[in-house]
């Protein structure tokens, strides 16, 4: 068995473009489809007349706002880029007022100027507070210093929360589109590493091996064990790029989305293997499994979120599709931060449909002796 499986992996080592091209493809639809957290940034025009607005008060506030990026320009150029289109509203500022130059109608226009207005706000409070305390003659240093203490250390602090019903539905686009597109791909990838149990049997190939020591279980094992590690480590390599290069918080469960990957990759294995043993040939199974996969995802909540499905009908298919269930495990973890417990019930579905899948193709693959 450790010999077919080192055989496989060399294959896998001299060919591995199936596996990058899959990937590839999951990684890059779901950036561009989903976005992430830095796509999300507005990129916003800004120019001063004074440069020393830049390097103030509220040029160092503007830096720190994650939601928009203002880039510093020339007059002409923020008017030309927005008259152009090429930005939805520039910012002219000026030391104690600004100006917003809007090119298209949008929401983000009076998100953008209240950001601002809070900022002159603030620091006509800080200018004040410095006029105030300038009369008893103490250093401007000092008392700015003494004024951001007390900003980081305030007499009180206030608590905010929010609550949601049991029933509640959260979207987040930039996790529907990677848990979509990863669940989806891995699929053809996972598949297309089971065929060759079907093109090695029809070949002949097993029944030279089974005349070695080597035995049909120990045959099999290597091959699921093979198709398995290449599936899991497609997914844990998208979801590694995401989280540590792109930035995708997991909801600070990284790893234990990784972990409870396994018994989605284990039902995936089990359908390919179910799909070989249904197929009569190579030509067979190449038109069934788009089919299957495209169908899966449509219908398992990877391309929409299933809460927006009416149809009762499609509800019920979605009842016996693993990627329902691996969705719903992903979205409960990143989204929901369900606890393990809660968990427990998609789990043991998936472990489910897998044992139901190996056995009846295991069963028909030999019964027919393909």
């Keep these: 068995m450790i010999g077919i499986l080192l055989a496989k992996c060399k294959v896998f080592i001299r060919n591995p473009w199936t596996f990058a091209i899959f990937t590839a493809m999951s990684i890059g639809f779901a950036f561009l489809i989903g976005g992430t957290g830095n796509m999300a940034s507005i990129q916003v025009p800004v120019y001063t007349d004074?440069?020393?607005?830049?390097?103030?008060?509220?040029?160092?506030?503007?830096?720190?706002?994650?939601?928009?990026?203002?880039?510093?320009?020339?007059e002409e150029e923020l008017e030309e880029r927005v008259a152009n289109g090429k930005a939805e509203v520039g910012v002219k500022l000026?030391?104690?007022?600004?100006?917003?130059?809007?090119?298209?109608?949008?929401?983000?226009?009076?998100?953008?100027?209240?950001?601002?207005?809070?900022?002159?706000?603030?620091?006509?409070?800080?200018?004040?507070?410095?006029?105030?305390?300038?009369?008893?003659?103490?250093?401007e240093d000092t008392i700015i210093?003494?004024?951001?203490?007390?900003?980081?250390?305030?007499?009180?602090?206030?608590?905010?929360?929010?609550?949601?019903?049991?029933?509640?539905?959260?979207?987040?686009?930039?996790?529907?589109?990677?848990?979509?597109?990863?669940?989806?791909?891995?699929?053809?990838?996972?598949?297309?590493?089971?065929?060759?149990?079907?093109?090695?049997?029809?070949?002949?190939?097993?029944?030279?091996?089974?005349?070695?020591?080597?035995?049909?279980?120990?045959?099999?094992?290597?091959?699921?064990?093979?198709?398995?590690?290449?599936?899991?480590?497609?997914?844990?390599?998208?979801?590694?790029?995401?989280?540590?290069?792109?930035?995708?918080?997991?909801?600070?469960?990284?790893?234990?989305?990784?972990?409870?990957?396994?018994?989605?990759?284990f039902a995936i294995v089990a359908l390919s293997i179910f799909l070989t043993a249904v197929v009569k040939n190579v030509q067979q199974f190449n038109a069934i499994i788009p089919i299957v996969s495209v169908s899966m995802a449509m219908i398992g909540g990877a391309y929409w979120p299933l809460e927006i499905v009416e149809s009762k009908i499609m509800i019920a298919l979605s009842k016996i599709n693993p990627l329902t269930y691996g969705m719903e495990l992903m979205n409960g973890i990143a989204i929901y931060g369900y606890p393990l417990e809660e968990l427990l019930y998609p789990i043991s579905i998936l472990?489910?449909?897998?044992?139901?899948?190996?056995?009846?193709?295991?069963?028909?693959?030999?019964?027919?002796?393909v």
């Design 50 to 74: 004074d440069d020393a607005i830049q390097n103030s008060f509220i040029g160092n506030e503007m830096k720190e706002m994650d939601a928009y990026t203002f880039q510093w320009m020339e």
């Design 94 to 139: 000026s030391t104690d007022t600004f100006q917003v130059v809007v090119g298209v109608e949008s929401p983000n226009i009076e998100m953008i100027e209240q950001s601002i207005r809070g900022i002159y706000v603030e620091k006509q409070q800080r200018d004040q507070i410095l006029a105030a305390l300038d009369s008893d003659n103490t250093d």
């Design 145 to 265: 210093t003494e004024l951001e203490a007390a900003y980081e250390s305030p007499i009180f602090s206030v608590q905010t929360g929010n609550f949601r019903s049991d029933d509640a539905v959260v979207y987040d686009n930039t996790f529907q589109s990677l848990f979509g597109f990863t669940l989806f791909f891995v699929i053809y990838t996972i598949a297309y590493n089971v065929l060759p149990i079907l093109t090695e049997k029809r070949d002949g190939v097993w029944d030279r091996v089974i005349l070695s020591p080597v035995r049909k279980w120990e045959m099999y094992v290597a091959n699921l064990i093979y198709s398995f590690l290449t599936g899991y480590l497609q997914i844990a390599v998208i979801f590694t790029v995401f989280r540590y290069i792109v930035g995708v918080d997991f909801n600070d469960r990284f790893w234990m989305t990784l972990v409870l990957l396994i018994p989605y990759v």
């Design 351 to 369: 472990i489910l449909m897998g044992v139901l899948f190996m056995g009846v193709g295991i069963h028909l693959m030999e019964r027919r002796h």
